[in-house]
């Protein structure tokens, strides 16, 4: 990703946050690129959105924010997921 595309990114992500009530942050460490691929079409289908994306670009992208006291937890690999309903990310990662 180059700079400027980091500094997007980091912009929309926060822009699609600030709307947000509910941010699932969790470790994806053991999960295989076909587990973590079903996992997202799951969070899909239930209206949510999952990422994983760069710990320092995640930390940036939460200032100002409801979620910015979760920047501590942003290390190692790290998924998010979001949604406008509270309970479908949290039931979607449960049941997985």
Not at 13 to 24: A, G, I, P, R
Not at 27 to 36: E, F, H, P, R, W
Request: glycine share 4%; proline share 3%; no cysteine.
């Amino acid at each position: 990703m180059q700079r400027e595309q980091k500094r997007e990114f980091v912009k929309n992500f926060n822009s699609v946050l600030k709307d947000k009530e509910f941010m699932l942050v969790a470790d994806y460490k053991g999960l295989n690129v076909s587990q973590i691929t079903s996992l997202r079409e799951q969070m899909g289908s239930a209206n949510s959105n999952f990422k994983v994306a760069k710990n320092t670009l995640s930390r940036m992208a939460i200032k100002n924010t409801n979620f910015e006291m979760l920047g501590k937890l942003f290390v190692g690999p790290t998924s998010i997921a979001y949604s406008d309903d509270p309970v479908a990310p949290a039931k979607v990662a449960v049941n997985f």
